[in-house]
């Protein structure tokens, strides 16, 4: 069975702001242990609600592994919730 | 013969997202698209698969397998535990789609929904519309997004027509080639016909949709299913409406596969707690009480046992269910592996109950209510027993595939 290591390791996040269905764009982000990502497609956004909090969900990719980055909409900070990278 | 099908024009589409759960993943897990994969309620090799991508299905993967077994089928698998809150999402996309195109839209379940043109003045071509829903779902939601889309008379036809071609496809069934779309198909092929009715059908010589089709009404009501469901079927083959209708909600229920079989009574006890407690908030939140419990185990030797009761006067709190249910399941046989529990005799919350203990009920009706606004503030479960305090890591909030009353 592969394996998928689940996080909540706030990280730093470079986003662009525009128009379209998916207003909210990460473009790159940094980790705690310094390494950064590129990501190369937003596979899927979806708001994942916590009581009255509204969490954004981007499942991204950087072409090696997939990411799960959440953007508390509330505090304003986005944390790597999630890194899959097992499919070799 | 032909004067026997209903000639109008197709104004009925049922879309149908492929392998949904397991295309949503890829969707969102771009490194899995290609890729065979199975998704899972729970990250275990005896768990059931829930859906199997396409890539998993042409290796044989089949849904209801279980995960070793699809393993050796198809190396390389990869499981994935479902994710409620993503097809919730893809699910109102879908929802949201569809209704821009007619009022009448009815979600049959997570993953797909019928829209009737009935009624609708200045219609385009059904099949330039089937194309442009195929399209805005990748446009909205992803490009590995896709869907078939069928198109009948009733809705049966165009259930049938959205799965000749899978994955991807667009057909219409019309009374033009209803003969020939039937002929190309099994009887179990056909929605509403498994194993038991298909052994009523050949009990009086009919093996092919066609003969099914060809069979007269009085064979099919009076031998073959004894009761008006021949006449139904009379008329949903010959493309007339007859499923256009909305069934009243008889219970509300959850089961739970016990994640080990050396639990404790006490253990086990927990997790019917934890079930109550999740069929407490789906009663309240669809704004019903109920009048009777039924709690049911199934063994490890496959036995089933059940109990239930029926009360006088209705409840609806968490504590009320979970109490009937306890005093039930102590009858429960030993080496348990699946347990569940129904709520039945609903009816609406609002109905003025008129009773000897109108202030006890009033003031537990008003302790649930504050209960329930909490969470929903604060989020599921940030109230809820000290009981069920360990039992949430295991006992989690999964899609109830059939309904789609609590997305």
């Known amino acids: 069975m592969n394996d998928e290591l689940y996080l909540n390791e706030r990280i730093d996040v470079i986003a662009t702001f525009g128009e379209g269905l998916n207003p909210c764009r990460p473009r790159r982000f940094r980790r705690g242990n310094g390494r950064e990502i590129t990501i190369s ?17 981007f499942d991204v990719t950087d072409g090696a592994a997939d990411y799960r980055l959440e953007f508390d909409s509330e505090r304003l900070t986005w944390h790597l919730a999630f890194e899959g990278d097992h499919y070799a | 013969m032909l004067e026997m099908y209903n000639t109008e024009t197709p104004l009925v589409m049922h879309v149908d997202l492929n392998s949904a759960f397991a295309t949503i993943e890829q969707q969102a897990r771009p490194m899995l698209r290609g890729r065979p994969v199975a998704v899972l309620n729970r990250r275990t090799e005896h768990t ?16 209801g397998m279980k995960f070793k077994e699809a393993a050796y089928l198809a190396p390389g698998l990869i499981a994935i535990e479902s994710d409620p809150a ?14 821009d195109y007619s009022p009448h839209v009815v979600m049959k379940s997570i993953d797909e929904g019928v829209i009737d043109f009935h009624g609708l003045v200045n219609q385009r071509p059904m099949i330039e ?23 009948g008379t009733n809705r049966f036809l165009a259930k049938t027509a959205a799965g000749l071609h899978k994955p991807d496809g667009l057909d219409e069934i019309n009374h033009t080639n209803l003969r020939t779309t039937l002929a190309s198909l099994k009887l179990t092929d056909l929605t509403g016909i498994a194993d ?76 019917l707690h934890h079930l109550c407690e999740s069929v407490g908030s ?7 009480v109920a009048r009777g419990v039924y709690v049911y185990a ?13 009360c006088q006067l209705p409840f609806y709190s968490d504590k009320a269910i979970y109490g009937l249910a306890e005093q039930l399941f102590w009858q429960a046989p030993s080496a348990i592996r699946e347990i569940g529990i129904h709520c039945y005799g609903l009816s609406d919350d609002d109905e003025p109950q008129m009773s000897l203990f109108g202030d006890a009920l009033a003031r537990e009706h008003q302790l649930v209510d ?27 909030q999964k899609i109830p595939f059939g309904s789609t009353r609590y997305l």
């Open chain 1, 41 to 57: 497609e937003i596979g899927l956004r979806h708001p994942s609600v916590k009581g009255k909090r509204t969490l954004h969900i």
């Open chain 2, 48 to 63: 059931a698969i829930v859906t199997a991508s396409y890539e998993a299905k042409a290796m044989g993967v089949k849904v």
């Open chain 2, 86 to 99: 993503k097809y919730r999402f893809v699910y109102k996309k879908l929802t949201s789609i569809l209704n």
């Open chain 2, 129 to 151: 519309i089937g194309h442009e829903i195929k399209q805005r779902l990748k446009n909205e939601v992803g490009r590995a997004m896709r869907c078939n889309v069928g198109i």
């Open chain 2, 196 to 271: 038991h009715n298909q052994s009523r059908l050949n009990g009086v010589g009919i093996y092919t949709p066609l003969q099914f089709l060809d069979s007269d009404q009085v064979t099919l009501q009076k031998i073959v299913f004894k009761s008006i469901v021949g006449l139904q079927w009379h008329q949903r083959l010959r493309g007339y409406e007859v499923d256009d209708r909305v069934f009243d909600m008889k219970r509300i229920g959850r089961q739970y596969v016990l994640e080990r079989r050396d639990l404790t009574r006490i253990q086990i006890m927990q997790r």
């Open chain 2, 282 to 288: 789906r009663l309240r939140s669809q704004n019903k």
């Open chain 2, 298 to 310: 199934k063994t490890a030797e496959r036995h089933y046992w059940h109990a239930s009761r029926l």
């Open chain 2, 370 to 396: 504050a209960l329930d606004t909490i969470n929903q503030r604060y989020g599921d479960r940030t109230l809820h027993s000290a009981d069920t305090l360990d039992v949430s890591n295991f006992i989690r």
